[in-house]
C-alpha cells in the first residue's frame, strides 16, 4: 500500500513537473480611451468608472478557471487613458511586451492603435461600430468584437420587416455620428425592401440635454416636431448623439411604434436578458460588480472571452497563430445568444446576434426567421463579403 502511494505521489510530481516545464502566462491589456462628454439623458445611462474594465475581471476568472488545468495564467493589465497620452499610454504597454490588446476607442484612435502596435500585435475591437474600420480602413491585425452601426441597423430593420412595419418615418439627429447611423437605416431599409416614406432632422442647439428638455418642454415640443408626416408604421431615431430619441415614445403627434436609439434598441447584451445561460453571467457580473451589466462590459468580456478560447484550443499565445486560429472555421464561443459566434475571416468582425431590448426584457433577437444567407444567416447583419471594400485580409 505505501509502495502505491509512492507510486501515485511520484506521478503527481512528474504531471507536476510536466506541467511547469510547458507554463504558458499570457499577458493581455484593455485599453481604454476616456473622451469628454455631456451627461446622459436618463441617469440610469451614467457611465461607471469600471465600465468594460468589470466584463474584462469576469473574463479573467472564465479564462482562468479551464487555464488552472493546463498549467497557464492570464493576467490582464486594465489601463484607462485620455486621447491626448493615448500615444505615451501605448508606447508603455507595448515596451512592456504586451501583444494582446483589447481597445476601447473610437475609430481614429483604434486605427492609431492598430497601426502603431503593428503587425506583431493582435488588436481586438471592444466598443467602436464605426462601419469604416471594417471595410476600406480595415487592418489585417484589427478583429472587431463589437457589432458595426450597419449590423445594428440590420437588426432593427429585420423586426421592422418580420412585424410589417414596412412603411418608416427616419428622424436623425444633426451631428455626424447621428447622420452616419441615418445612413446605416438608409442602407439596410433598401436591403430588406422597407419604404422610408419621410425624413427629418432633430437639430442639435447644443446645452444641457438635462435642463433644456425636461419633460414639459418635451411634452410640447415632440408632437410639433412630428406633425404632419407621411403615413408610417414605425418611427426608427438615429441618435448617437443621446439628443432625444428617449423622449419619442408616448409624445408623437400620431402614435406608434419606435425603434433605433430610443423604444426598441439593438443592443449586445442587457441586465435583464436572462435566455440561454444568461441568468449565470448577469449574477456573476452583478456579484462582482456592485451592479447592472451595461454592453461595454460584455464587450469587453467577450474580447478577453475570444483570447481565452484561441489560448486553451491551440496552447499558444503566439497573436499570429491565435489571429490564424480565430479567424478559422474551427473556432466558436458560446455568448448567452442562442447560438455559437465566430468571425467572418474576410474582414474580421465577429459574427453575433443582436438583442432588441425595451429596457425590461428582452423583445426579440435578430436575425429573424426568414432571412437566409447562402454562409450563415449571421451575416444577413451588416456587411457582406461582395460589398466589402476590405484587402487587408486576403493579402
Not at 453571467?281 to 478577453?304: C, I, T
Not at 459574427?351 to 444577413?380: A, C, I, N
Amino acid at each position: 500500500m505505501k509502495g502505491f502511494a509512492r507510486f501515485v505521489t511520484s506521478i503527481a510530481c512528474l504531471i507536476g513537473t510536466a506541467i511547469s516545464a510547458y507554463a504558458l502566462e499570457i499577458n493581455t491589456a484593455v485599453l481604454r480611451v476616456d473622451y469628454p462628454s455631456l451627461l446622459p439623458i436618463s441617469r440610469f445611462d451614467l457611465t461607471p468608472d469600471d465600465i468594460g474594465f468589470a466584463g474584462g475581471v469576469l473574463a479573467d476568472e472564465d479564462n482562468q478557471t479551464t487555464g488552472n488545468f493546463m498549467g497557464m495564467t492570464f493576467a490582464t493589465r486594465y489601463v484607462a487613458t485620455s486621447p491626448e497620452e493615448l500615444d505615451e499610454t501605448l508606447r508603455g504597454l507595448l515596451g512592456d511586451g504586451i501583444d494582446l490588446l483589447v481597445v476601447m476607442a473610437n475609430a481614429q484612435d483604434l486605427l492609431t492603435v492598430a497601426d502603431q502596435a503593428g503587425p506583431d500585435v493582435l488588436v481586438l475591437n471592444a466598443t467602436s461600430r464605426d462601419m469604416s474600420v471594417r471595410d476600406d480602413q480595415c487592418r489585417a491585425n484589427l478583429l472587431h468584437v463589437a457589432p458595426s452601426e450597419m449590423m445594428l441597423a440590420d437588426a432593427v430593420m429585420q423586426f421592422a420587416i418580420w412585424k410589417q412595419w414596412n412603411e418608416v418615418f427616419l428622424i436623425q439627429g444633426s451631428n455626424p455620428t447621428d447622420q452616419a447611423l441615418g445612413d446605416a437605416y438608409r442602407r439596410a431599409a433598401t436591403k430588406f425592401g422597407a419604404d422610408i416614406v419621410e425624413e427629418r432632422e432633430f437639430e442639435d442647439t447644443g446645452g444641457s440635454r438635462r435642463t433644456d428638455t425636461g419633460h414639459v418642454l418635451v411634452q410640447r415640443q415632440i408632437p410639433v416636431f412630428t406633425q404632419g408626416a407621411e403615413d408610417h408604421d414605425v418611427i426608427i431615431a438615429a441618435d448617437n448623439s443621446d439628443l432625444f430619441a428617449l423622449y419619442l415614445p408616448y409624445h408623437l403627434w400620431t402614435p406608434r411604434p419606435v425603434m433605433g436609439s430610443g423604444g426598441l434598441r439593438p443592443v449586445t447584451m442587457h441586465a435583464a436578458h436572462e435566455a440561454w445561460g444568461a441568468t449565470q453571467f448577469q449574477r456573476r457580473f452583478e456579484e462582482n460588480s456592485g451592479r447592472y451589466v451595461q454592453e461595454a462590459d460584455y464587450e469587453v468580456w467577450l474580447a478577453l472571452r475570444v483570447i481565452g478560447e484561441a489560448v486553451i484550443r491551440i496552447n499558444q499565445a503566439d497573436p499570429a497563430a491565435l489571429r490564424e486560429y480565430i479567424l478559422s472555421d474551427a473556432f466558436e464561443l458560446a455568448a448567452f445568444k442562442g447560438r455559437k459566434v465566430n468571425f467572418r475571416p474576410w474582414n474580421g468582425q465577429l459574427r453575433q446576434p443582436v438583442l432588441l431590448t425595451d429596457s425590461k426584457l428582452t423583445v426579440s433577437v435578430s436575425p429573424q426567421d426568414g432571412f437566409l444567407h447562402q454562409v450563415s444567416t449571421l451575416d444577413t447583419l451588416g456587411l457582406d463579403q461582395p460589398e466589402s471594400a476590405c484587402t487587408a485580409f486576403t493579402q
